[in-house]
């Protein structure tokens, strides 16, 4: 065997430089980790090892090399083995702490972001999350394929509590964030799409278990494996929102018409058939045709769709979907907001103190219940411990968003998206090549 100053002489200059530089990112990374909680300092001690791989090599990772003549099925094994195993954990860290691929899967954001677009999302924009569920598989959120067999991809325990490396910023107004839903801590496992708590107020918690033929299992998710969600954050800790006539007013301020935004609207005709042709170059997509009657449309339309439309001969009237239509608001049951005039609401930050009223009680009960864990009582003050944000879709009358289901609490927050690095338009499956390397930060 050979001796510890034999090993350190038969050490190559390149086998140093790639200990020093692979050495010095792992520092790095601990340290970033470890900010504010020393104790994560100890897996510092992992450190010999990582030296030994690149220059002394008393744990001999690549043993197996030395069959690749004698035993070549075994060395394509190891191989095999090797590759899969390395291409794992580096995903698994990427996806974790740099980023991760979201493809957008609705049209809420309509036109700003399109169904179909890919997008890269930087989890370093906000600070990246430490795993709650860290033993779990890399490039699936909370479910096998049905080809791997389904069922759940990660393990319940170890649970790590809630932490939050450091970032370059916090979610702004105006900016697109990815986050995971915060209703969707309990789902359906055959109808998760309305969420699990519309389910209970429009059917009854007793027709739900009832009936798994329908309604399935009753799953409960951990934060980290909720489903993503994105949206427009419209509402930061310490902001009043208020909804008036579907225009948003923060603390008083009447929030500025983006492009893209855009409602729902009855069109009304002379009878006349709107070609594929003239609604392809409106930008309705086909899932947005409907035509109610002979002479009635019904279409989602941004401000220069519906002035386009106006000018045809063919339109007599436009009108838009009565507030009506948008069902029951958050909190469900005890307000009498719509989706198009909502509040107000106060959305709370870390640190404040509110005095709970009957009027607030249903508002912020839900945060102490599945957020906080901690009590809230009707006539004592409240302390919050966590910032809250309010999301919501550009594509306002086809959006389930904070109106529907509360608050966004900062421990949900998955990151930004900075730029679309594909898009596959959904109605002729090409490639928008227009829309690549698009920013998507909603600025």
């Known amino acids: 065997m050979k001796s510890f100053q034999d090993r350190i002489n ?5 086998g140093w430089i790639r200990a020093g530089i692979w050495s010095t990112l792992y520092v790095v990374f601990i340290f970033w980790v470890a900010w504010g909680d020393w104790l994560s300092l100890l897996w510092l001690f992992l450190l010999p090892l990582i030296i030994d791989a690149f220059t002394t090599k008393y744990i001999n990772y690549g043993w197996w090399r030395k069959y690749k003549d004698t035993k070549p099925a075994l060395y ?5 083995i090797d590759a899969i195993v390395f291409a794992l954990v580096a995903v698994y860290f990427i996806n974790l702490y740099i980023f991760q691929n979201y493809q957008i899967p609705s049209s809420s954001l309509e036109k700003t972001l399109r169904v179909g677009d890919f997008l890269y999302v930087s989890k370093m924009a906000y600070g990246a999350r430490v795993p709650q569920t860290p033993l779990s598989m890399p490039l699936v959120q909370h479910t096998f394929p049905n080809w791997l067999g389904g069922g759940k991809s990660y393990l ?15 979610p702004q107004k105006g900016d697109i964030v990815v986050f995971n839903f915060p209703a969707g801590d309990t789902v359906c496992s055959k109808m998760q799409n309305p969420d699990y708590y519309t389910l209970r107020y429009y059917y009854g918690e007793a027709l739900i278990k009832s009936r798994k033929d329908v309604f399935g299992d009753i799953i409960v998710r951990p934060v980290d494996r909720r489903e993503n969600y994105v949206k427009r954050c419209v509402g930061t800790p310490g902001d009043s929102l208020q909804i008036i006539d579907n225009v948003i007013y923060v603390n008083g301020e009447r929030e500025p018409e983006r492009e893209g935004l855009q409602f729902n609207y009855f069109v009304q005709t002379d009878g006349h058939l709107f070609s594929a042709k003239y609604l392809d ?3 309705i997509s086909l899932a947005d045709r409907v035509q109610v009657d002979a002479t009635t449309w019904h279409f989602p339309l941004t401000q220069a769709m519906k002035a386009a439309l106006t000018q045809n001969p063919h339109v007599s009237a436009i009108m838009i979907e009565p507030q009506e239509q948008g069902g029951a608001v958050y909190p469900l049951g005890h307000n009498e907001w719509t989706r198009d005039n909502y509040g107000p609401v106060y959305i709370p930050r870390k640190g404040d103190r509110i005095l709970i009223t009957e ?3 249903w508002l912020y009960k839900r945060i102490a219940e599945a957020y906080e864990f901690q009590p809230m009582t009707i006539g004592e003050e409240y302390e919050f411990t966590m910032d809250y944000y ?8 086809n959006s389930a968003d904070s109106r529907f289901w509360g608050f966004v609490p900062e421990d949900h927050i998955v990151g930004r998206p900075v730029f679309i690095w594909l898009s596959l ?13 698009n920013k998507a930060t909603g600025r």
């Open 10 to 14: 038969n050490v190559s200059r390149g």
């Open 76 to 80: 394509t094994l190891c191989s095999w």
């Open 156 to 170: 319940d325990k170890p649970h790590w509590d809630y932490k939050r490396l450091a970032g370059w910023t916090s």
């Open 281 to 283: 170059k409106l930008g």
């Open 359 to 361: 009027d607030n009680y």
């Open 390 to 397: 309010w999301m919501m879709g550009d594509n306002r009358h």
């Open 425 to 437: 338009d959904k109605d002729n499956h090409k490639i928008r090549w227009n829309r690549l390397g």
